[in-house]
Each structure stands twice: as structure tokens, then as C-alpha cells.
């Protein structure tokens, strides 16, 4: 790959990671998400909900591709099937993301917002409605960990493979994708519990390192290449 398909793909992962993590801390994290009723007061008075998740999910797709564009340089043989398999797993990802946006970002808020104007005859009803598409929420939560943490290792193993890359920067993606996955079972199991959230959350912030690190790294060896030309 050239020079500038890597810095493509660095820049990819750097504005995906960065707008990510935007979008997750325009969210409201005071209310228990497991509390229902407390998490649901806390979303109804949020005026950035749908803009906060149509953030994050564009993150998710930028870095989708700028996994696509890293597998590229995973090959080690020629007919080796571990960057398709993690192009494959960045495609899932952005697939599973783009779902689970659509019904937490645009359905969920939708209910809440009907729950918080409801009468008090017509609440209840309207909690259950709202309790509904939030179990679809953590079904698609608990398949995304799963799904991206898996995508992860794979670049992790990827680049323990090659000689291109640091090999901390492949134990960094596997520690932080296998953290993902637990995180997805848990989840699965357990809903937005203490549990789950002790396990996404840490790995979550492992995983962004991770893609500002190799982001970062063509134009660090652009420069140092540049650096060695002047010296000669």
C-alpha cells in the first residue's frame, strides 16, 4: 500500500475515534442504565440525544473504514485470509452500528420523549413501550461488543504478524478486543449492568487509544523518513 492510502486510512481512524468519543461524552451518564425509569428522566431532558448518536455513528463508519483501508497492509502470504476476515468483521461492525443507532439513537428517544408527555393513565403503557425498545437497545449493544471486539483481535493478531507494525500496538487491539467481547456477554446476559459496563467501558477507552495510536503512525514514519533524507 502507498504512502498516502496509509495516511488515508490514519486519518480515517483518527477523526472516527475522535468523533466517537465526542459523541459518547455528549451522553448522559448520570442515571443507573440499568434503572429504567431513572435512565428514561435522564434522556427525555437531553436536547443532543440524536445528534450525540448520529455522532457516534459516523465515528463508527469512519472507522470502519479505516479498518478496511489497515487490513490491506495485514497480508503476509498471498492467499492469506486474515484481512478479509478483518475487512469482513469492519463491514459487520458498521452494519451492526448503524442498527443499533437507528434504535437507540432515533427510536428510543422517541418512546421517551411520548413516555415523559403521557398522561398519567396513558404512563405505564407508555413505560412498557419504551422498556420494550430498549431490550432491542441491549441486544444490539451486547452483538456490537461482540461483533467489533472479534474485528479487534483480528487486526490485534494482524499486526503481531507483521513486521510493519510495533508489537505493542497488536497486543493493545487483542487486550482491548477480547475486554469488548466479555463486555458483549455480559451485556447479553446481564443488561447495561455494573458488570458489563466495568468490562466496555475500560476496553472501549483501550480500543481508541489503539486507533489514534495507528492512526497516528504513518505520519510519524513520514516524518522520520523525511528527517533521514535531510541528514543525507
Do not use: C
Given at each position: 500500500?502507498?504512502?498516502?492510502?496509509?495516511?488515508?486510512?490514519?486519518?480515517?481512524?483518527?477523526?472516527?475515534?475522535?468523533?466517537?468519543?465526542?459523541?459518547?461524552?455528549?451522553?448522559?451518564?448520570?442515571?443507573?442504565?440499568?434503572?429504567?425509569?431513572?435512565?428514561?428522566a435522564?434522556?427525555?431532558?437531553?436536547?443532543?440525544?440524536?445528534?450525540?448518536?448520529?455522532?457516534q455513528?459516523?465515528?463508527?463508519?469512519?472507522?470502519?473504514?479505516?479498518?478496511?483501508?489497515?487490513?490491506?497492509?495485514?497480508?503476509?502470504?498471498?492467499?492469506?485470509?486474515?484481512?478479509?476476515?478483518?475487512?469482513?468483521?469492519?463491514i459487520?461492525m458498521?452494519?451492526?452500528?448503524?442498527?443499533?443507532?437507528?434504535?437507540?439513537?432515533?427510536?428510543?428517544?422517541?418512546?421517551?420523549?411520548?413516555?415523559?408527555?403521557?398522561?398519567?393513565?396513558?404512563?405505564?403503557?407508555a413505560?412498557?413501550?419504551?422498556?420494550?425498545?430498549?431490550?432491542?437497545?441491549?441486544?444490539?449493544?451486547?452483538?456490537?461488543?461482540?461483533?467489533?471486539?472479534?474485528?479487534?483481535?483480528?487486526?490485534?493478531?494482524g499486526?503481531?504478524?507483521?513486521?510493519?507494525?510495533?508489537?505493542?500496538?497488536?497486543?493493545?487491539?487483542?487486550?482491548?478486543?477480547?475486554?469488548?467481547?466479555?463486555?458483549?456477554?455480559?451485556t447479553?446476559?446481564t443488561?447495561?449492568?455494573?458488570?458489563?459496563?466495568?468490562?466496555t467501558?475500560?476496553?472501549?477507552?483501550?480500543?481508541?487509544?489503539?486507533?489514534?495510536?495507528?492512526?497516528?503512525?504513518p505520519?510519524?514514519?513520514?516524518?522520520?523518513?523525511?528527517?533521514?533524507?535531510?541528514?543525507?
Amino acid at each position: 500500500m502507498s504512502e498516502e492510502g496509509s495516511r488515508t486510512g490514519g486519518l480515517l481512524l483518527i477523526g472516527g475515534a475522535l468523533l466517537l468519543l465526542l459523541g459518547t461524552l455528549l451522553h448522559p451518564m448520570g442515571a443507573d442504565p440499568n434503572d429504567s425509569v431513572a435512565a428514561f428522566a435522564e434522556y427525555a431532558g437531553d436536547r443532543l440525544w440524536i445528534a450525540s448518536h448520529l455522532g457516534q455513528l459516523l465515528g463508527v463508519l469512519l472507522i470502519a473504514a479505516g479498518l478496511i483501508v489497515l487490513s490491506g497492509q495485514l497480508g503476509q502470504r498471498k492467499r492469506d485470509a486474515l484481512p478479509n476476515l478483518a475487512a469482513g468483521g469492519a463491514i459487520l461492525m458498521a452494519a451492526v452500528a448503524t442498527f443499533l443507532q437507528a434504535v437507540d439513537g432515533i427510536a428510543l428517544i422517541r418512546v421517551v420523549d411520548a413516555w415523559d408527555g403521557a398522561s398519567a393513565e396513558e404512563q405505564a403503557r407508555a413505560l412498557w413501550s419504551a422498556y420494550a425498545v430498549r431490550q432491542v437497545e441491549i441486544g444490539g449493544a451486547a452483538v456490537f461488543a461482540l461483533v467489533s471486539g472479534l474485528t479487534f483481535v483480528l487486526f490485534g493478531v494482524g499486526l503481531l504478524r507483521s513486521s510493519r507494525f510495533p508489537s505493542w500496538l497488536g497486543w493493545l487491539a487483542v487486550v482491548g478486543g477480547a475486554g469488548s467481547v466479555a463486555g458483549g456477554v455480559a451485556t447479553a446476559y446481564t443488561g447495561f449492568s455494573s458488570l458489563a459496563m466495568s468490562l466496555t467501558m475500560p476496553s472501549g477507552a483501550v480500543l481508541l487509544m489503539w486507533m489514534l495510536a495507528v492512526g497516528f503512525l504513518p505520519f510519524r514514519r513520514g516524518a522520520a523518513f523525511a528527517g533521514h533524507q535531510r541528514l543525507h
